[in-house]
């Protein structure tokens, strides 16, 4: 079954725009002008039930708009998207009753009183009865090692503990989707772990389909088979994260190992020297010239050793988030 | 050394102007009042000649020329410093080559101005509109007077509030404190009302304070309702007060500042 | 569906008192101001008085019934529609988001979920010195007129609420206007005196635009036998015809609302 589908989902804002300086100042107080921007530009997905999903692009990408469409808090400019059955902005509460929606620089916990209340205030939100609300707590605790956070005012906690007690204030329900904007913002390396190991559990035990933004390459390495790519407002790749790499980069990694020295130079018409050790070079190749040059290569020069590789995915990755 | 504290004034200014619909609604809500205080006078003179010693113009122009001097007097950089303070943000002016007090006070300078202009606005359009006849000083001097003791307030009222704010320094939640400071403030310094309706005995006491130097004698000055060598007599006074409070503000300061650093924040 | 609501609201109420609590010294100092605000204009009132036997027609008696109306009303509206202040941080900060994808609906929680205990207990002197005034009323206005006056102090109390709702709509839709609960506020600062005593032009803008006089003048007009049938049958219909209208002004604003960036 489907849990997320959009058709051509568009999205535009209105931004003011103002002259720089005072004079631009005491302009804008009369007379605002106003730019349209398109955030997101006709962006039609599906997601099964159960996946865990990968959303990357740079800033500004328009990621977030999307996270927004789907859960209803943005009408969309243009477009559809059914969620779990329901149209998100209509804001149905058997549909709100079955997702949640994890901002990383966000808190819904009350900042001077501990977590505790605002779990119960969520229990009272979501109707939970008494013994599935101690149920849900008891895993959750477990789970996110919870046990001495919860009666310390969430100001007095770190951010680990903050974001894992986040996690838990909106996962009391059992929400079948879960959106995730950034989990592992500001966290450091164990607490990311921690953090990834749990998305994983919970999307394991209980179904749950995720779709999750990070700019955090392992979040995605480890948790994603299938990543969805958006640059601009477009939709740029949606496909198994393996395959990324032989839809992105253009071309190839070709390393070889001479038995005598030999200069960069000499090798610049073969491809891009990226390395270059005497002994040893590397080269970037295009895509559909790896075996022409690599004859020539190993032709022209004392190779010993010579071998082929794709660029890694880390590169890719991080060529997309920092929009390259 | 004085180009930076311009430039602060100078961003402030276009700050303030960027957010035209906070500004608008701190000069509506100070309109609403005006109005209000001004048919309240106006119905409580009725047909009486006078009231208080007030001529009827003098009574109205009293609200008219508060409003002014409301913009004016009260407007400081408390709630900055009480935030600033309890949320840490403190630290990183301490850091940089720039006095605290200089940069705030060129900040409430820009908001002064700002503040001004469109209090001047609002009284004009209120005399326009209702036909409210002012009163106006006869005598160079008293502008004279009048200006420069309107002056003095003002950096009274900045460093008064810069000591109260700074008590956030103990306490991380001096908002309450400021709240009541201000509230307390404006009634004893004749802001609602000329300090002539309470009973005798209370407004001698109220003149062993400096709240009624801030607004009740300038608009008196402004009222020619005192002779000119009483009125400097108040500047002098007015002088003391300042002096006072500068040394109090930085006292206390200082005193916050090395009680922050040794708690580490 | 009410009593999830209720529990929700309780929930809150208790979690708002807890939050108060962790600022004893500025809940305190807070509290203490509004009681000097309080003090300090009734003494005002008072002094006013010793130069003057009548104001507007007004007895001094008449003018203590103005201003505690006004004060009923003003209180519990802050009471119970405390959430309004906080409504411009709350979609700026992004807690509204929250407010919108949780099953529970977001007018509720932005209005009417944060309860200001402080004013509480500001409100109980109100009542002790409605109290001390009523009793000196003359006797015998009748069971009808009590029951008149309270009637239109909740239906000022409705008003109100409208106008918290429309502000509440404004923060969402504009995302900038800070200071738009202050302005009402201020300008309510004008029902502490009878709405008589404004000029022509002001007194029918408070009474048909901006309806001070309908929310804290006319109930205590209406005590001292001075409001007539027609202002209280107009005065029922502004209420009724406020809410619809804040109510459809809310849902078109949560209908453009954009969420605050990243």
């Known amino acids: 079954m489907l849990s997320i589908e959009t058709r051509a989902l568009t999205k535009n804002f209105s931004v003011p725009e103002k002259d720089p300086g005072l004079w631009g100042s005491v302009k804008s107080l009369f007379n605002r002008r106003w730019r349209q921007v398109r955030a997101v530009d006709s962006v039609s997905i599906k997601i099964e039930e159960g996946e865990l999903v990968g959303f990357l692009g740079a800033n500004g990408a328009g990621k977030t708009t999307t996270l927004k469409m789907l859960s209803g808090l943005l009408t969309p400019t243009s477009g559809e998207a059914v969620v779990l059955g329901h149209v998100p902005w209509k804001r149905k509460s058997a549909f709100q009753r079955r997702f949640s929606l994890v901002m990383g620089q966000r808190t819904q916990l009350w900042w001077e009183i501990p977590a505790l209340e605002t779990f119960r205030l969520n229990q009272v939100i979501y109707g939970l009865s008494d013994a599935d609300y101690k149920k849900n707590l008891g895993e959750l605790v477990d789970l996110l090692e919870l046990q001495d956070c919860l009666s310390v005012p969430v100001k007095k906690l770190s951010l680990g503990q903050r974001m894992r007690a986040e996690l838990a204030a909106a996962l009391l329900h059992k929400p079948a989707l879960l959106l995730l904007d950034e989990p592992t913002l500001g966290l450091d390396v164990v607490m990311q772990q921690k953090v990834r190991a749990f998305i994983k559990e919970y999307n394991k035990r209980n179904k749950a389909t995720i779709l999750l933004t990070s700019h955090n390459m392992d979040d995605v390495v480890e948790l994603c088979p299938r990543v969805i790519v958006i640059e601009l407002g477009r939709l740029l790749y949606d496909g198994p994260l393996a395959q990324l790499v032989s839809r992105y980069a253009d071309h190839k990694i070709i390393r070889a190992v001479f038995d005598r020295e030999v200069k960069a130079a000499d090798l610049a018409h073969l491809g891009t020297v990226v390395e270059d050790g005497g002994l040893k070079a590397v080269l970037q190749v295009p895509r559909g010239q790896v075996s022409a040059r690599a004859a020539k290569l190993l032709q022209g020069f004392p190779v010993v050793d010579l071998t082929i590789d794709e660029v890694p995915i880390d590169d890719i990755v991080r060529r997309i988030f920092t929009h390259k | ?265 | 569906m009410i009593r999830r609501y209720w529990r929700i609201w309780i929930q809150m109420a208790q979690m708002s008192l807890q939050a108060q609590l962790a600022y004893p010294l500025g809940s305190f100092g807070f509290l203490i101001g509004k009681l000097m605000r309080l003090f300090f204009f009734f003494a005002f009132v008072i002094a006013i008085f010793r130069h003057t036997d009548t104001m507007a027609g007004y007895s001094l008696l008449d003018m203590a019934v103005f201003f505690l109306t006004f004060n009923l009303v003003d209180m519990t509206a802050q009471i119970f529609f405390r959430g309004i202040y906080g409504a411009r941080r709350a979609v700026s900060d992004g807690d509204f988001d929250f407010y919108l994808i949780q099953p529970c609906s977001p007018l509720f929680r932005m209005a009417f979920t944060t309860v200001d205990f402080l004013d509480v207990a500001t409100i109980l002197p109100v009542l002790l010195m409605i109290g001390i005034v009523f009793a000196r009323l003359p006797a015998g206005l009748g069971l009808g007129r009590y029951a008149l006056y309270t009637l239109l102090t909740f239906n000022g109390i409705g008003i109100a609420m409208a106008i918290h709702i429309f502000v509440a709509g404004l923060a969402v839709r504009t995302q900038e206007l800070e200071n738009t609960i202050w302005i009402y506020r201020d300008i309510m600062f004008m029902g502490k005196f009878p709405v008589d005593i404004y000029g022509g032009a002001a007194r029918w803008v408070l009474t048909l635009v901006i309806p001070i006089a309908v929310m804290v003048t006319f109930p205590a007009k209406a005590l001292l036998g001075i409001l007539s049938p027609a202002w209280t049958v107009y005065a029922l219909a502004l209420c009724a015809v406020f809410l619809a209208a804040s109510l459809g002004f809310w849902l078109d604003s949560v209908k453009r609302y954009t969420s605050s960036s990243s």
């Not at chain 2, 303030?16 to 619909?21: E, I, Y």
């Not at chain 2, 000069?27 to 119905?43: D, T």
């Not at chain 2, 002539?196 to 130097?213: G, I, N, W």
């Open chain 2, 1 to 265: 050394m004085i180009r930076k504290y311009w430039t602060a004034y100078a961003i402030s200014l276009q700050e303030t102007l960027q957010r035209r619909s906070s500004l608008l609604m701190d000069r509506v809500g100070g309109v609403a009042i005006i109005v209000s205080l001004y048919y309240f006078w106006k119905a409580l003179l009725g047909t009486k000649p006078s009231f208080l010693g007030y001529s009827g113009e003098q009574m109205l122009s009293y609200v008219l020329v508060m409003n002014i001097l409301r913009s004016f007097v009260f407007t400081g950089r408390g709630w900055q410093l009480v935030g600033e303070i309890s949320s840490g943000r403190i630290s990183s002016y301490l850091v940089r080559p720039i006095s605290y007090h200089g940069y705030t006070l060129a900040l409430d300078l820009a908001q002064k101005t700002v503040h001004l202009a469109a209090a001047f606005l609002e009284v004009g359009v209120l005399i326009a509109a209702i036909g409210a006849r002012v009163y106006l000083p006869h005598s160079l001097s008293t502008w004279l007077l009048f200006s420069v003791s309107v002056a003095v307030s003002s950096l009274l009222f900045f460093f008064m509030e810069f000591m109260v704010s700074s008590l956030a320094f103990w306490t991380s939640e001096s908002g309450g404190p400021l709240f009541c400071f201000e509230l307390g403030l404006q009634f004893a310094a004749g802001t609602f009302f000329p300090l002539d309706v309470l009973p005798h005995s209370l407004q001698k006491a109220l003149a062993m304070t400096p709240f009624p130097y801030m607004v009740f004698f300038p608009i008196n000055i402004y009222l020619e309702r005192m002779a000119p060598a009483e009125a400097v007599k108040i500047l002098g006074i007015q002088a003391v007060w300042l002096a006072f409070f500068v040394w109090a503000a930085t006292a206390v300061w200082k005193l916050g500042l090395s009680n922050y650093s040794a708690e580490g924040g």
